[in-house]
């Protein structure tokens, strides 16, 4: 096995776990969709200034300011991070053309049981009693074979933008890692994946990476439901593009939830299990969720990053002091997944040490 895609699909999902309702019919939200979560309403300081920093990635301290944060909330806003604020506008504008399809048109999109592509509603649904206000369209490689059912002649537009965009956010996923081992005294050569995924010629490996378009209509009750339920993002980092509308939380204990409002021409960064792994627990694996709003669609893009699949992680020797033990056990990227996949939020105790 060698690609992220295929470690997907012995992990098969059922229909009612993949198709979305059609969101545009509906008046009110169906017990289906109702989530008994006082905490909705609780997070309504979003215009005090948000905890998050923003950092300028030509900043000459970038590395410091970086590896600051990904210690203390493992998220930080990236401002001057080299892609170009019109491909991110025509990944906006296909986005949005995707999600106004007609339900029955985006459903000749629809992924497969096993499939990694294609249009659903989240990964996570199965480990929830109540589905979430929220349709998506995963992207591993190219779409095309999805798209083209969709646009049989006009297909190249969305696939174009979306492989470039892919592109794009693998090379600032790769600056960021370095930048980020950096930080922690680590040098590119002790990470041996990273220097040979790095050119797409001939490397035998590729890293895992996923790109998630995620649409949130505007919903009649928002006070009702959940945009997108409490998780953490499995691979080592998550590059996420969000509107102007707000909705993305990230918990931090002894606060509560925090909004990450959205920054102009900004990029969130946040990390994921693998990072929390590999640095031993220093960096937090940030629990987030989206709450949706009652006027304004959201669209968010999320790229997902990660070591080449078949790579085995433990922690960090160097992150290790003296007196300290690792907490977790070597694992390989596929392992993790599929454990991932099956647990959800236990996934990390069944790979403690
Ligand atoms: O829409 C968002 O802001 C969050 C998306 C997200 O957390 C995800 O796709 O994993
Ligand atoms: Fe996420």
């Not at 215009?47 to 990904?70: F, Q, R, W, Y």
């Not at 190219?142 to 693998?170: A, G, I, T």
């Not at 996420?240 to 960064?269: C, R």
């Not at 290790?320 to 033990?325: E, G, H, I, V």
């Amino acid at each position: 096995m060698s690609t992220l895609s295929e470690a997907y699909e012995d992990l098969p999902l059922d229909l009612q776990h993949i198709k979305p309702v059609d969101f545009a019919s509906l008046e009110a939200v169906p017990d289906s969709h109702v989530w008994h979560d006082s905490s909705f309403g609780a997070c309504s300081d979003e215009h005090e200034k948000s905890l998050v920093p923003v950092i300028d990635l030509e900043d000459s301290n970038a590395t410091e300011l970086i590896g600051k944060a990904c210690e203390t909330l493992g998220v930080f806003q990236l401002k001057n991070h080299g892609i170009p604020l019109s491909l991110i506008e025509e990944v906006k504008s296909e986005a949005a053309r995707f999600f106004a399809l007609s339900a029955r048109q985006k459903l000749k999109a629809l992924r497969s049981p096993g499939g990694a592509t294609g249009y659903g509603i989240a990964r996570i649904t199965p480990f929830f009693s109540k589905y979430m206000w929220h349709e998506g369209f995963t992207i591993m490689g190219s779409p095309v074979d999805h798209v083209k059912e969709l646009w049989p002649h006009d297909h190249e537009r969305f696939c174009d933008v979306m492989v470039n965009y892919q592109k794009k956010m693998k090379v600032l996923a790769e600056r960021l890692t370095r930048l980020i081992f950096k930080s922690l005294n680590i040098s590119d050569e002790e990470i041996s994946w990273l220097s040979s995924t790095s050119n797409d010629s001939g490397s035998a490996s590729t890293v895992s990476a996923a790109l998630q378009l995620n649409s949130y209509p505007p919903c009649p009750e928002p006070n009702q439901t959940m945009g997108l339920a409490p998780h953490t993002d499995t691979f080592l980092l998550t590059i996420l593009h969000q509107t102007q509308t707000n909705g993305l939380q990230i918990f931090k204990d002894g606060s509560g939830w925090l909004p990450v409002p959205p920054v102009e021409g900004a990029l969130v960064v946040n990390m994921g299990d693998l990072f929390h792994i590999l640095t031993n627990a220093r960096f937090p694996n940030v629990l987030h969720r989206v709450v949706v709003s009652g006027t304004q669609q959201r669209l968010s893009t999320a790229y997902f990053y990660g070591p080449p699949i078949d790579f085995i992680l433990s922690p960090f020797s160097k992150v290790l002091n003296s007196a300290q033990a690792p907490h977790y056990r070597s694992v390989a990227v596929k392992e993790y997944v599929a454990i991932k996949a099956q647990n959800l939020e236990k996934a990390l105790s069944f790979i403690r040490a």
